[in-house]
């Protein structure tokens, strides 16, 4: 059973993981299925904590099958261990989503246990309707960038890969065993690579270039996406995620307050510091997290609606959009960690959320959440709340503006809107405003950050 | 053919698994208190140390530290042993502490392959390989505070101290034979006639001596399978590899048993790509399949290593004229070409072949079996009617019982023991096995299988328990928490069955269960046994203690499973840790 209890809180989003913490373990006991029309899905449980996916050994129910709660389902083999997983529901198992020796990521359905014997048929041809594990999830739209709890876990879902380089229309791909290893993480195309090795083998590093190039294309490529128009797509499992987090985001009464920050000095010492591999992001998280020091009821949270939470540590998560959803990746004591540091990290951090390798701690844990979307040139915008959190701050471009100086003369500098949203049961305007002036003193008097 | 070196192995262990070791333990009533434990042992009946009188008249004339300078009965010697590895030299220092006048015949250099070209050599290499890995392992470094820059290695003064190693444990060999008084006769033996040996160069054997006893252990050579054409440079075994000449960037380790596995863990930390080529149809074939699949899970998965199983190499070609070393794989059932394989360099692994040739054993009417000497629970080499030869013994490689150096110095051990008068049988299955990768494996007694076999047939019950490294204070000290301890026992005597460490230091800890089948000693007894803390054999102490029996006089048909559920306990816990960060 213990297994089956872990199988719900992985399939919480880390809003409600943090709900449960806060001294309600049961009360979410039962939200694992998506009810429609009396037809359940079960999920691949996670049965480790650094469990992504895991592997189906055997079913141990054939589809048509009558289970009772408690019944072996199904076999798991995990990164550490093989388990059976079992069901809690009475039913019939009408249809097996994920065949035996397939891997599926945590929290996808990998089975449909209809209720009745009735209902069957009507489950298999849901089922339809579900992508097979060894294909990728429908290509989604990944423009939505807004800040929203980090999704349960990776979407996309690898097939095993043939552990030989394979043969396609009669060409042959020499790949050594780490570039087929790389190329499998990184979702790459072997048969796209030019190879660099001896004898012109594809080599670790051709498939980690073959990686890193489209990647810088990615934002440009995105603009079409392409959707099977005039149909209905349903969710996936990181998507229905998304979605119950933002209904229950309803919940929290939350308020906005901008300002606009010129970042000229921030700008200068970007251009400085940037061939030591620090990215704007880390600058900003860095800069955030300073704030927050002065500022901890602004890194603090509401989780049972009397009392304040404060964090012993500024965990600075940034949103990133992937494929069929985001995910936020968190940079751990962001006030701590020096510059360098924390753009390695953060560097690590997507490629891992790119890979879908990233763990449970590496993306529930923040505590305050950057968004940006500055990159595609917009000005302001407004985010939502995640969950359990107290606020997050939505960043706009940074743009060359003209304003007025003190002096009454008009100049240009670069400028960039930010607005925070927050849960104003605990942070209240002067809050805010006092952080914000914080943040803007810190990024227009950059020395400190780099200390 | 091509599986692995422990195909051999294992199989032994099933043949083998019916005489020795049911003897004592199960019989012995399970009363015990801690200070029983030693009395017990001495007496323990599994050794077979019978007291009956001696089966064949040895003459114990010595005093002298070889035998009587003539008194032998005639003979010139009362031992003659035909090759100086582990299992010849085991079997002189025994029969010497007896009063034998023995003598050792090598051709080549004393300590066989296991100090030369085998065990010791490749140890040196490994604690090179163990090392680079922890330095390269910036996550381990990092959460024990370290901080390391770059760690690289020089090959040639690796290779130095691998060939050291062996040079340093030879003339260790030497010298302890002859401090001894053992006669080191250098020479290709050859068996002429009944307690009759002729060596000298090959071909030329122009001396002829006469011995009492003759042991063969002339042990084994690397097996190459037919269309392997090995250059020593790019297509190698073992005994080219443990030089070190070359680090290659990838290279095809064909078989994945003990010795693939190992080179597998050297040549990844040293930088190379490995690629697994297995016969059969999962890696690492002779170990107890969970093991086989943990170590499948923190030795091969994370590294640097993509497999083929299934498969044979039918076809090697060396690299030469600018082309890579081209290995062709057929389907190990339809014998069909699947692919072909490209890589820099190819390790032959494929198992050990006996060394039995030119022994003269047509002269005694033996006849060979795939080139191993047949030979009798005694080592007692069989002729071609299956009739016993009399004073003539095989041990070690060369009969394929088990082969490992110690098996093979265990084995010579025992037939001193029966030359000088008292009956001994080995029991195969209290002897250990280990693989020293990072973490090390090692085993002893049944696999899960084949324990579950033996109890069907023989109609007992067995229960399997496991305790995880991540409980033990040593292990997670030193950030090394990847592992398991599995105990398999008879659930009504609380025999040991088998015992498979995957672990840190591993290939140590399994003495303690070695010794307890070798001894007889049952899991009610043990568990009494005191271990100091903390230390990593906690893991076992925990194992032994965790082991329950069939309450006395309660028939209960199901066995408890108390690993599955402690299993799902624990990761619940570690969840709800871990979601709280």
Redesign the interface.
Known sequence: MAGLLYLHSTLLTSASALRRRAGAPASSSRRRCRVEAKIREIFMPALSSTMTEGKIISWTAAEGDRLAKGDPVVVVESDKADMDVETFHDGFLAAVLVPAGESAPVGSAIALLAESEEEIPLAQSQFASFSPSSSPPPPQETAAQEASPPPPAPAAVSAPAPPSPATQGGVRVVASPYAKKLAKDLGVDLFSVTGSGPGGRIVAKDAEAAAAAPKKAAPVAAARPDVPLGSTVLFTTMQGAVSKNMVESLAVPTFRVGYTITTDALDALYKKIKSKGVTMTALLAKATAMALVQHPVVNSSCRDGKSFTYNSSISIAVAVAVDGGLITPVLQDADKVDIYSLSRKWKELVDKARAKQLQPHEYNSGTFTLSNLGMFGVDRFDAILPPGTGAIMALGALQPTVVGTKDGRIGIKNQMQVNVTADHRVIYGADLAAFLQTLSKIIEDPKDLTF | MQSTAAVPMSASVITTGGSGARSGAARRPGRIRVCWLRGEALACPSLRISQEPARRAVARAAAASNGAVAGSGGFDYDLVIIGAGVGGHGAALHAVEEGLKTAIIEGDVVGGTCVNRGCVPSKALLAVSGRMRELHDEHHMKSLGLQVSSPGYDRQAVADHANNLASKIRSNLTNSMNALGVDILTGVGTIVGKQKVRYGKVGFPDKEITARNIIIATGSVPFVPKGIEIDGKTVFTSDHALKLESVP??IAIVGSGYIGLEFSDVYTALGS???FVEALDQLMPGFDPEIA?LAQ?VLINPR??????GVFASKITPAKDG??VLIELIDAKTKEHK??L?V?AALIATGRAPFTKGLGLENINVVTQRGFVPVDERMQVMDADGNVVPDLYCIGDANGKLMLAHAASAQGISVVEQISGRDHVLNHLSIPAACFTHPEISMVGLTEPQAREKADKEGFEINVVKTSFKANTKALAENGADGLAKLIYRRDTGEILGVHILGLHAADLIHEASNAIALGTCVQDIKFAVHAHPTLSEVLDELFKSAKLQPRGVQDSKPNQPP??L???L??I??L?????
Do not use: C, G
């Open positions: 960037d990838w790509e490995v690629t699949k899970r640097k290593i993509d497999y083929h199983t082309k890579p692919e072909t490209e820099d599955q559920p299993l799902k306990v990761s619940f570690t969840s840790f871990s979601s709280q960060k």
